[in-house]
């Protein structure tokens, strides 16, 4: 049987995430997921991949703000869940372009003095709607400022598995997943095509490729060889190495800790050949 056994979400894109017993589906994700994010001068969204103090930046969701902590010094700011300018901006995620909403200049200035580069926070409003790859997905599939899809599913079997073949552990945070399970044999979600949490239907859409940022240490913000080094020995197709699957959803409602999670049907292809240990 398999049952969620953690969910998260990250409130501003490449920061520290929140782990949930319970989390909400929206339209284009968990609530709150990805729904901030912070661009540089030339609109173009900021993450770990450069600057890797982000992951010291921790957040954390109360009534009407999200705090964001600065793990090595406490030094904070609250975020209110309502922008307080009204300006709207095009911004760049990857190859997307849409609509966000100026936040406020006091988290500019607190952010652009954490990252030592100018950084403005943005918010992206109901009304902007960001689909998703139309080669992998339905038409008319959302996302937040997610890279690419609203949810990254991982296996515990597959934390488990990598694990075995490293040195020293690595916790999940590594791989920022949305919804983690246990169950089953490791790498099992690589060939989840449809399956149910409750009455949500989800659908895997494509195998998540993996960048610098699993290198990178969530609580002091250094960075290893690991585990891309091992996984480049026995997850590497197409130049890419793979961990988890992107998942898109069909309904909204609620999720929680111990909902079993049933897979109502598997992909045919051969989508990876898994090498044993």
């Known amino acids: 049987m398999l049952r969620v056994s953690e969910l998260y979400i990250y409130p501003i894109k490449s920061l520290g995430g929140i782990k949930l017993e319970k989390a909400l589906v929206t339209d284009r994700g968990f609530e709150y997921d990805r ?3 912070l661009i540089d001068d030339n609109n173009k969204f900021i993450s770990q991949r450069e600057h ?3 992951a010291l930046l921790k957040t954390h969701i109360s009534d009407d703000f999200i705090t964001v902590t600065h793990l090595g010094n406490n030094n904070s700011i609250d975020v209110p869940f309502t922008p307080l300018k ?6 760049e995620i990857w190859d997307d372009v849409c609509t966000a909403q100026l936040v ?3 988290a500019d200035k607190w952010f652009s003095s954490i990252l030592g580069l100018n950084a403005r926070l943005v918010y ?3 009304d902007t709607k960001r689909f998703t790859n139309p080669k992998y997905t339905q038409a008319g599939k ?3 400022f997610s890279d690419a899809y609203p949810f990254l ?3 515990q079997s597959s934390l488990d598995d990598l694990n075995g073949r490293l040195s020293i552990s690595l916790p999940i945070n590594r791989f920022r997943p949305n919804i983690v399970f246990t169950g089953g044999e490791p790498y ?3 060939t989840v095509d449809s399956f149910m949490i409750g009455k949500i239907l989800f659908n895997g859409v494509k195998l998540c490729a993996r960048c610098i940022v699993i290198t990178i240490d969530q609580e002091s913000a250094t960075s290893a060889k690991e585990p891309t080094k091992t996984l480049a020995s026995y997850r590497r197709k197409n130049n890419n190495i793979y961990f988890g699957q992107n998942i898109v959803h069909s309904a909204t409602g609620s999720i929680a800790v111990g909902d079993e999670l049933i897979v109502l049907s598997r992909h045919h292809e051969d989508r990876f050949i898994i090498e044993k240990k």
Do not use: C, Q
Not at 86 to 91: L, R
């Open 35 to 37: 729904r901030w994010m």
């Open 52 to 54: 890797s103090v982000m």
């Open 86 to 91: 009204h300006d709207v901006v095009s911004v």
């Open 104 to 106: 406020s200049d006091e």
């Open 124 to 126: 992206m409003p109901d």
């Open 142 to 144: 959302i996302t937040s």
């Open 153 to 155: 599913l991982i296996g």
């Open 188 to 190: 099992l979600e690589d």
